[in-house]
């Protein structure tokens, strides 16, 4: 299993190291535009193996796409972060050309891959995979549900004071501030819905919290997080490799599904061996679905934007 991450910064290096730490990929390639960069993770990373006890082989390349052939699943971080303040929609200018030619010189040489998209803003930009390459729709995938719905998890908890393996709970919509859709109607802690021991307004603000989660941290940090995104992505990645049939919130363009069509946005999906397997529909509530309709507007006004 060959995997080639593209952007060796914050999130594509911690994703690098959670996909080597879970020890299921044989290889993993590091690409960045910056010279040496790459290489200088890389060795830094497999300078971690005897510690962390991986066996996996990481090798950094400055912008030499040749090396990254036959990759079975290809990750793009390449771009810019926010900075705090920013949406991650102001970030299309610079990001857009960035992902295009990326997605263009990986597919040249990895025609059967699969694609997950990181860089933002990360529904547009997944959109942009769609439109400008011929890979399949299975085969492009965006990553932000999976991060959401571990930031939802983690304000759950906080709130229920329970700890976060009690917790389960899921966001859709889209990856950004006002369009995460946290569904609070699903939300159990061991199967008990949470509306069971959090009042209205108490939930409410666990959705907010949620949704400006990467804001928040952008505001903390200075600049967007790594850890959690990275270890979301290496979820996604195990999960195709691994061909576990998980089901996880990503983007992925929809035609009827959820009553939308022609975008890409957070939905469940059934992930294994062929990229998305399935979109899973599940009942929404009615505030649920006024939302989901909402954050789609959104999506659609940001995808204008693109020069296709
Ligand atoms: N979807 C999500 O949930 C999620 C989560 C976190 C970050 N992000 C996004 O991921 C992107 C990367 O964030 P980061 O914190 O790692 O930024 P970063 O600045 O640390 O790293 C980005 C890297 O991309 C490289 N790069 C730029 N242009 C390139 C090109 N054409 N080819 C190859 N490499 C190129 C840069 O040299 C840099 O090393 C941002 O757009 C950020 O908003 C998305
Ligand atoms: O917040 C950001 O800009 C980065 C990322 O989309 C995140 O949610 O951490």
């Not at 025609?111 to 930009?125: A, E, Q, R, W």
Request: include cysteine; charge should be negative; aromatic fraction near 4%.
């Amino acid at each position: 299993m060959k995997v080639t991450v593209v952007g060796a910064g914050a999130v594509g290096a911690s994703c690098a190291e959670y996909i080597a730490i879970k020890n299921f990929a044989s290889e993993v390639v590091l690409l960045d535009i910056k010279e040496g960069y790459a290489e200088g993770k890389a060795m830094d990373l497999m300078q971690c193996a005897s510690l962390n006890g991986f066996d996996t082989k990481i090798t950094g390349i400055t912008n030499d796409y040749s090396k990254t052939a036959n990759s079975d699943i290809c990750v793009i971080t390449s771009g810019i972060p926010r900075k705090p303040g920013m949406t991650r929609e102001e970030l299309i200018g610079i990001n857009a050309g960035i992902v295009k030619s990326v997605s263009s010189s990986l597919i040249e040489h990895s025609p059967n891959t699969i694609i997950i998209v990181v860089s933002n803003p990360m529904d547009t930009m997944t959109y942009l995979v769609h439109k400008t390459t011929n890979l399949p729709k299975n085969r492009i995938i965006g990553m932000g549900g999976a991060l959401d719905s571990a930031r939802f998890k983690y304000r759950l908890a906080e709130a229920l004071e329970a700890p976060i393996s009690d917790v389960d709970g899921m966001v859709i919509g889209g990856h950004s501030d006002t369009g995460m859709v946290p569904l609070t109607s699903h939300a159990t802690r061991n199967s008990v819905k949470v509306s069971e021991f959090l009042s209205d307004d108490r939930l409410n603000q666990v959705k907010e919290d949620t949704k400006v989660g990467g804001a928040t941290l952008t505001k903390l940090l200075g600049t967007s997080a790594w850890y959690a995104p990275g270890a979301a992505v290496s979820g996604l990645v195990q999960a195709i490799a691994c061909d576990q049939k998980k089901m996880f919130p990503c983007s992925t363009l929809l035609e009827g599904e959820y009553g939308l069509s022609d975008l890409c946005i957070g939905v469940p999906v059934i992930l294994g061996k062929n990229g998305i397997e399935k979109i899973v529909d599940i009942p929404l509530s009615d505030a649920e679905k006024t939302h989901m309709q909402q954050s789609a507007e959104g999506v659609k006004k940001t995808n204008g934007l693109l020069e296709l």
